[in-house]
């Protein structure tokens, strides 16, 4: 585990010390930055990124992220997204 990171910059200087196997990002971070960029980076490094946000309707472009899941979320539906994220990552 690389995290928690409350900015952008706190979660891009923790990337770049270790690559995660996959990024849980919510879209508000601290202090009303938005997490897009962050994600936008994290696919580029072709890191797996879990969306996790209070909003209804969140707007990715296609592929940019594995999931998005709408708070609250179980452990249950955390443990079954991840799991064939992890296993592929596994696989390569």
Not at 33 to 50: C, S
Request: glycine letters at 4%; hydrophobic letters at 45%.
């Amino acid at each position: 585990m690389a995290g928690p990171a409350a900015t952008k910059a706190d979660a891009e200087r923790l990337v770049a010390v270790r690559t995660p196997d996959v990024a849980i990002v919510d879209i508000n971070l601290r202090e009303g930055e938005r997490a897009n960029d962050l994600i936008d980076r994290l696919h580029e490094r072709r890191i797996p990124v879990l969306v996790v946000t209070g909003y209804t309707n969140v707007s990715l472009p296609p592929g940019k992220a594995e999931a998005i899941l709408e708070k609250p979320v179980s452990v249950e539906t955390l443990l079954a997204v991840l799991h064939p994220i992890l296993a592929r990552r596994a696989d390569r």
